[in-house]
């Protein structure tokens, strides 16, 4: 017999147990119904999906970390812009997202 130990947070547990126990099953008769669920379909025993917004996000947040290490490196290659001052490589940044917007 093995023992699993998890932490989880107190509301979900005990809003977990109220509903549990509502269908006649304790804690750790829904974690081995689980168990058994994952054993039996292989995998997770429900769907596990993103709705299309969150998997646009994602791909949004993809291409943008892609492009941010893309002009990482560049920069890291070449030395990248100089500016005078913070003041200078802002008012640049600014001009670039105007121009990126055009």
């Known amino acids: 017999m093995s023992v699993i130990r998890t ?16 269908l ?13 669920g994952v054993v039996l379909h292989n995998g997770i025993p429900f769907d596990l999906r993103l709705t299309e917004a969150q998997a ?3 791909r949004q947040r993809k291409q943008t970390n892609r492009q941010a290490t893309l002009e990482a490196r560049d920069i890291a290659r070449t030395g990248g812009p100089s500016h005078a001052s913070v003041q200078a490589m802002l008012a640049a940044m600014e001009h670039e997202t105007h121009q ?3």
């Open 7 to 22: 932490t989880v947070d107190e509301n979900l547990f005990l809003s977990a147990s109220d509903i549990l126990a509502t």
């Open 24 to 36: 006649g099953l304790d804690m750790n008769s829904a974690v081995r119904m689980f168990l058994q």
């Open 56 to 58: 646009q996000a994602l």
């Open 100 to 102: 990126d917007e055009a």
